[in-house]
Nanobody, 121 residues
């Protein structure tokens, strides 16, 4: 069994910063790409950023230059540093990871339950 647990969400003022964390636990053999998605009220879930096992990153245009994704492989954790936050960043942020478990060789996607990020004007 594998679980992804997000933390670090909350309420901050526009222009402020917030750091999200997502820790994977369970019967993990290997983790490939990890990423962050977000979903605002009335909108679809969109990719925010992702990072591969070798450190390559990709960002949505709306967050380039403001957000930074990173990972700590020893801790099976991915982070999202969010700076210069805007009200339009308000959403539920979800962690995603491609994981190979110790009991099954196939890769599979896992999702966290989400953490609320609210930016006040």
């Amino acid at each position: 069994q594998v679980q992804l647990v997000e933390s670090g969400g909350g309420l901050v003022q526009a222009g402020g910063s917030l750091r999200l964390s997502c820790a994977a636990s369970g019967s993990i053999f290997s983790i490939d790409t990890m990423g962050w998605y977000r979903q605002a009220p009335g909108k679809q879930r969109d990719l925010v950023a992702r990072i591969t096992s070798d450190g390559s990153t990709n960002y949505a245009d709306s967050v380039k230059g403001r957000f930074t994704i990173s990972r700590d492989n020893a801790k099976n954790t991915v982070y999202l540093q969010m700076n210069s936050l805007k009200p339009e960043d308000t959403a539920v942020y979800y962690c995603n990871a491609a994981i190979q478990t110790t009991w099954r060789p196939r890769w599979a996607d896992f999702w966290g339950q989400g953490t609320q990020v609210t930016i006040s004007s």
